[in-house]
C-alpha cells in the first residue's frame, strides 16, 4: 500500500483518457490536452513521484519543480490561444496533501515558485479561460493555492477525503496550542476551522459538490456525471464571465461583502 493518494491521478487518467499528453514537464505533472463535451479543454493534475529529485515533494507536495512547471503548463496555453476568439479550459484536478516543506524548498525559493503557479493560473483567468478546479482529495495549503484556487469555478467531490484547509490537522493543533481532538470540537462550530467539504461550501466558495459511487476509482458513471459538470461549469464562467464575485454571497462571507463595499465607497 502507498503511503501517498493516486485520486489525482486516477481521475487524470479517467478524464484525459483520450487526450494527448504533454511532455517536457516534471514527471510529477500530469498535463494533456483534449475536449470536454466539443470544448478544447488542458487538464492539469500534480501526482506523486517517489523518484523526485526533492525528497519533500514524493507523495504528491508542490514543491519547486511542480511550482514552476504549472506556471509553464498554464503559460504555453496562454501564448497559444492569445489571438483565438475562443479560449481554451483549463481543468486543474486538486489532490494535495502540501506544499514542499524543506531547507533546500526555502533556501532556492519556494516562494517564487508556488506564486509563479499563481500568477499564471491568474493570468489565464483574466486573458478569458475558464479556469475550473475539480477537487477530489486534499487540497491544503500553499498546495491548492499554487493548484486550484485562482479557478473560475471549484467542483468538489462529496467525501470524507475531500478536505479543504491552509494546514493538516496535526499542524493546526500545534499553532493553536490544541489537541487534535479539542482542534476538532472547536472546527464543530466555527466553518472556517473545519476540514470537511460542507463546511467549506458554506462559505461560499464552491461552485457545485458532486456524489460519485468510487472516487478512488471512478465508475463510467462517476465519469460520465463529472464531466458533465465541468462541462457546464464552463458554459457557466462563458455566460457570466471570468471574474471570481460569485465567492462573496454566502452569509459566512457577509463581512467579506461589507469591506468590499465600503472600499469601494472610500476610494
Known sequence: MSSYSLRGLSWFNALAADARPVVGLPASLKVADGLLDDQTVRFIAVVADPDNRF???????????????????VDEVIAADQDKPQKRALIAIVDVP?????????????????????????????????????????????????????????????????????????????VTLRSVEELETLAASVPPMAYDIDSY??????????????????????????SECLAQAIDDVARNGTDLSGRLGAAHRAASSKVRQLLREQW
Open 201 to 226: 461550501a458554506s462559505l461560499g466558495l464552491l461552485w457545485e459538490t458532486l456524489a460519485v459511487q468510487q472516487i478512488e476509482q471512478p465508475t463510467a458513471a462517476d465519469l460520465a456525471r463529472v
Open 55 to 73: 525528497v519533500r515533494a514524493r507523495n504528491g507536495e508542490v514543491g519547486l519543480l511542480e511550482g514552476w512547471g504549472l506556471a509553464k503548463a
Open 98 to 174: 502540501s506544499q514542499a516543506y524543506g531547507r533546500r524548498e526555502e533556501a532556492l525559493g519556494i516562494h517564487q515558485a508556488l506564486a509563479g503557479a499563481v500568477d499564471s493560473y491568474a493570468r489565464a483567468r483574466l486573458a478569458g479561460h475558464a479556469v475550473i478546479g475539480l477537487l477530489v482529495g486534499k487540497a491544503m495549503s500553499g498546495a491548492f493555492l499554487a493548484h486550484g484556487y485562482q479557478a473560475n469555478r471549484l467542483i468538489a467531490l462529496r467525501d470524507p477525503g475531500v478536505m479543504v484547509h491552509a494546514m493538516g490537522k496535526a499542524s493546526a493543533a500545534r
